[in-house]
């Protein structure tokens, strides 16, 4: 479904809360995600403090790299692939957002905007 289309987005959000119409205590959420196109994605281990985050490839899982932490006003490297600058960057405000720990942080890059996906504490994950 088309979420940019309004008439499609509300006929189906109607189609979902009117399928629990007669069970009035059904809980009836919908969650409207949208997606990224990703020309460049994977999965980064973030440790406050760390001098380099871990960063995973989804399209090579096998092969993980490091990439150096940002710090303060930092700038990436220029050598770097314009993906890595946009994910260190992302990384970076992550760790300020989200504060002092260990994260594991799934991301998506569109070519323009590295987006942060997924968070999780790493204590959280077992």
């Known amino acids: 479904m088309e979420f940019n289309d309004p008439l499609a987005a509300a006929r189906a959000i109607e189609a979902v809360w009117s399928s629990a119409a007669e069970n009035e205590s059904l809980r009836r959420d919908a969650l409207i995600v949208e997606t990224v196109a990703a020309t460049t994605a994977g999965m980064a281990t973030t440790i406050v403090g760390a001098p380099d985050d871990q960063i995973t490839l989804s399209a090579t ?11 303060g006003r930092g700038r990436p490297a220029p050598d770097q692939p314009p993906y890595a600058r946009r994910l260190q960057q992302l990384l970076r405000g992550a760790r300020r957002t989200f504060g002092p720990g260990a994260w594991r942080i799934a991301w998506a890059d569109d070519g323009q905007i590295c987006w942060l996906v997924l968070a999780a504490a790493l204590e959280s994950l077992g």
């Open 61 to 71: 899982p096998d092969t993980p790299f490091a990439l150096p932490q940002l710090s």
